[in-house]
């Protein structure tokens, strides 16, 4: 019996659970006498009877066949590449330091390795993923792209607008015939080509993406610090498709700051969030329990700042719990015991706190990074971290609010969840400096799943940054108000696909731009500005916007 058959008799049993998928798996591979077949296979016998027309397609039965369904439960396929290693500004003592990798990465992380083993080309790490990701029985139409490896900005220019041209190059040559509109792109580095001539030749690329290409890029991560943020930079990033930005903040807390060598002070880092917010953008910060010069107590407070200070506020948080590495400067000091970390109970239990004091609005990204426990010398060694808060917390009868914890893709919910659970819509309001921000979610009526949300930001109007209103092509960027990121939440669905039981693909983005078209109305502002990634423009071009330099627009 070949696996196409295999598949076949597993599809007749007609399992409506991971777990009877599994145990049916189990049963006729028995029955045959061979080994376990892996889900890949399966997947990929089961997709060539779909070619065939021998089946109907079944989505709970590709969900229970795809490896590592969690990649894909936000509603978007996240791809993240690496720079090349380069020089980093930043004296940080925790930061570990390896000659092969950039500032901050061990060669033993899993994206950091990968990158590593394809000498850190973005062509090939975003050809190799995406590869991976539709072998793994996930869609790939719709990605996130997240580049990491350092401080952004202090990369030479052309070095950044190469990265992305390749980038790009990549998702739309995945299905493309002819190779390339720029085949010498690959070698750019090395010849006289200009940031001017990458740019065009990125332009090219992102219209195709944008029009054509199957493969599209939805929005794009830059991570950098926040000394960095300037006007110009921000023009660049937004010239490149840049839609969000990671900015380690580590800690609000000069003293800290100061101790640790971080290289710049809080009042900078708000700065970068004021321009960041101007310019439309979503931050996500990072926070860095378990510094020196810290205690489990004041790490509570300081996280708690973030969602009362309105210079702070963010839209995400990765919160990385500070560990030693043996590369770091940290490590000496470690050794000499000058610094010593508090206790995994008190980080345990500061964890707890930090989770039940997010706001409803903010997601919680990340709880730690993905450092191998034999690289740790001192500090967190949890690895699974977050589903160790999660059961414990549900012991307690805690919950977390923020948003990845309620997302649709998160909850156990019957295929009938829209039915039963029908959306409601949502609107929190909270002040920021040099704005008001606006929080529209569809969730159910007791706000513990959300469906999709909107971030709407009204700039307050007697501020202004002429200079980065210039450098962005805006007369004034006050008069104008922001829909800064707008996300429907549930198992990723090709484009032009329907499935009753999930939540994209059944108007709610649209409903939810329509409520901000009537905020913004109503408080006077004539155009609505959206920070769109590239490969989603044609979903705003549907509802009246048109690009305007690097935003979607529309006169309201």
Same mark, same amino acid.
């Given at each position: *019996?070949?696996?196409?058959?295999?598949?076949?008799?597993?599809?007749?049993?007609?399992?409506?659970?991971?777990?009877?998928?599994?145990?049916?798996?189990?049963?006729?591979?028995?029955?045959?006498?061979?080994?376990?077949?892996?889900?890949?296979?399966?997947?990929?016998?089961?997709?060539?009877?779909?070619?065939?027309?021998?089946?109907?397609?079944?989505?709970?039965?590709?969900?229970? !066949?795809?490896?590592?369904?969690?990649?894909?439960?936000?509603?978007? @396929?996240?791809?993240?590449?690496?720079?090349?290693?380069?020089?980093?500004? +930043?004296?940080?003592?925790?930061?570990?330091?390896?000659?092969?990798?950039?500032?901050?990465?061990?060669?033993?992380?899993?994206?950091?390795?990968?990158?590593?083993?394809?000498?850190?080309?973005?062509?090939?790490? !975003?050809?190799?993923?995406?590869? !991976?990701?539709?072998?793994?029985?996930?869609?790939?139409?719709?990605?996130?792209?997240?580049?990491?490896?350092?401080?952004?900005?202090?990369?030479?220019?052309?070095?950044?607008?190469?990265?992305?041209?390749?980038?790009?190059?990549?998702?739309?040559?995945?299905?493309?015939?002819?190779?390339?509109?720029?085949?010498?792109?690959?070698?750019?580095?090395?010849?006289?080509?200009?940031?001017?001539?990458?740019? /065009?030749?990125?332009?090219?690329?992102?219209?195709?993406?944008?029009?054509?290409?199957?493969?599209?890029?939805?929005?794009?991560?830059?991570?950098?610090?926040?000394?960095?943020?300037?006007?110009? &930079?921000?023009?660049?990033?937004?010239? *490149?498709?840049?839609?969000?930005?990671?900015?380690?903040?580590?800690? $609000?807390?000069?003293?800290?700051?100061?101790?640790?060598? /971080? +290289?710049?002070?809080?009042?900078?880092?708000?700065?970068?969030?004021?321009?960041?917010?101007?310019?439309?953008?979503?931050?996500?910060?990072?926070?860095?329990?378990?510094? $020196?010069?810290?205690?489990?107590?004041?790490?509570?407070?300081?996280?708690?700042?973030?969602? &009362?200070? $309105? +210079?702070?506020?963010?839209?995400?948080?990765?919160?990385?719990?500070?560990?030693?590495?043996?590369?770091?400067?940290?490590?000496?000091?470690?050794?000499?015991?000058?610094?010593?970390?508090?206790?995994?109970?008190?980080?345990?239990? @500061?964890?707890?706190?930090?989770?039940?004091?997010?706001?409803?609005?903010?997601?919680?990204?990340?709880?730690?990074?993905?450092?191998?426990?034999?690289?740790?010398?001192? +500090?967190?060694?949890?690895?699974?971290? /977050?589903?160790?808060?999660?059961?414990? *917390?549900?012991?307690?009868?805690?919950?977390?609010?923020?948003?990845?914890?309620?997302?649709?893709?998160?909850?156990?919910?019957?295929?009938?969840?829209?039915?039963?659970?029908?959306?409601?819509?949502?609107?929190?309001?909270?002040?920021? &400096?040099?704005?008001?921000?606006?929080?529209?979610?569809?969730?159910?009526?007791?706000?513990?799943?959300?469906?999709?949300?909107?971030?709407?930001?009204?700039?307050?109007?007697?501020?202004?940054?002429?200079?980065?209103?210039?450098?962005?092509?805006?007369?004034?960027?006050?008069?104008?108000?922001?829909?800064?990121?707008?996300?429907?939440?549930?198992?990723?669905?090709?484009?032009?696909?329907?499935?009753?039981?999930?939540?994209?693909?059944?108007?709610?983005?649209?409903?939810?731009?329509?409520? @901000?078209?009537?905020?913004?109305?109503?408080?006077?502002?004539?155009?609505?500005?959206?920070?769109?990634?590239?490969?989603?423009?044609?979903?705003?071009?549907?509802?009246?916007?048109?690009?305007?330099?690097?935003? *979607?627009?529309?006169?309201?």
């Amino acid at each position: *019996m070949n696996i196409e058959q295999i598949i076949t008799k597993i599809i007749s049993f007609q399992p409506t659970t991971r777990a009877e998928f599994d145990d049916v798996k189990r049963k006729v591979c028995n029955k045959l006498s061979i080994n376990q077949i892996s889900n890949r296979d399966l997947l990929q016998a089961y997709q060539n009877l779909l070619k065939k027309k021998r089946v109907e397609p079944d989505k709970i039965l590709e969900r229970f !066949m795809r490896k590592a369904d969690i990649r894909t439960l936000s509603g978007v @396929a996240v791809v993240t590449s690496l720079c090349k290693p380069y020089n980093c500004p +930043g004296k940080c003592i925790y930061c570990p330091t390896e000659a092969r990798m950039p500032k901050s990465y061990l060669a033993s992380e899993p994206a950091a390795a990968r990158a590593l083993a394809l000498q850190f080309d973005p062509y090939e790490q !975003m050809t190799r993923r995406i590869e !991976m990701l539709r072998l793994s029985g996930h869609p790939t139409d719709k990605i996130e792209y997240i580049i990491k490896g350092g401080s952004w900005n202090v990369y030479p220019l052309k070095y950044q607008y190469w990265f992305i041209l390749e980038s790009f190059r990549a998702a739309n040559n995945l299905e493309r015939s002819e190779r390339s509109l720029f085949e010498a792109s690959s070698n750019a580095l090395k010849s006289d080509s200009s940031v001017a001539s990458l740019l /065009r030749n990125l332009k090219k690329e992102q219209n195709y993406n944008d029009k054509i290409a199957k493969h599209k890029i939805i929005g794009l991560t830059l991570e950098t610090r926040p000394d960095c943020i300037t006007p110009d &930079t921000i023009h660049h990033m937004r010239q *490149m498709g840049c839609t969000r930005i990671e900015l380690g903040l580590q800690a $609000p807390d000069d003293k800290i700051l100061k101790l640790v060598k /971080r +290289g710049h002070t809080v009042e900078q880092f708000k700065d970068a969030m004021l321009l960041l917010r101007q310019a439309g953008f979503k931050v996500d910060l990072h926070f860095m329990p378990d510094l $020196p010069g810290t205690t489990a107590k004041h790490d509570v407070e300081m996280y708690k700042s973030l969602f &009362t200070d $309105p +210079g702070f506020k963010p839209d995400m948080v990765k919160i990385y719990p500070c560990t030693v590495i043996k590369t770091a400067d940290l490590y000496k000091w470690y050794k000499q015991k000058k610094y010593k970390p508090y206790s995994e109970k008190k980080l345990f239990e @500061a964890l707890i706190v930090m989770k039940i004091s997010t706001p409803r609005y903010c997601r919680i990204s990340r709880l730690i990074r993905d450092i191998p426990d034999n690289e740790i010398m001192g +500090g967190n060694m949890i690895t699974n971290l /977050r589903q160790n808060l999660k059961k414990e *917390m549900a012991i307690r009868g805690l919950k977390c609010e923020c948003l990845r914890c309620r997302e649709v893709g998160h909850s156990t919910l019957p295929p009938n969840h829209l039915t039963t659970l029908p959306p409601k819509l949502f609107v929190d309001k909270y002040e920021t &400096t040099g704005g008001t921000e606006y929080f529209l979610s569809y969730e159910d009526k007791k706000r513990q799943v959300v469906y999709g949300f909107l971030r709407l930001r009204l700039p307050n109007k007697e501020k202004n940054n002429s200079n980065l209103s210039s450098l962005l092509g805006f007369s004034s960027l006050s008069s104008i108000s922001f829909i800064r990121e707008l996300h429907t939440y549930g198992q990723l669905l090709e484009l032009g696909t329907k499935n009753k039981s999930a939540s994209q693909h059944k108007g709610l983005g649209k409903k939810l731009v329509e409520e @901000a078209e009537k905020i913004a109305k109503k408080n006077r502002y004539k155009k609505l500005a959206v920070i769109s990634g590239v490969g989603v423009r044609g979903y705003y071009r549907k509802l009246g916007y048109k690009l305007e330099k690097t935003y *979607m627009t529309k006169n309201i």
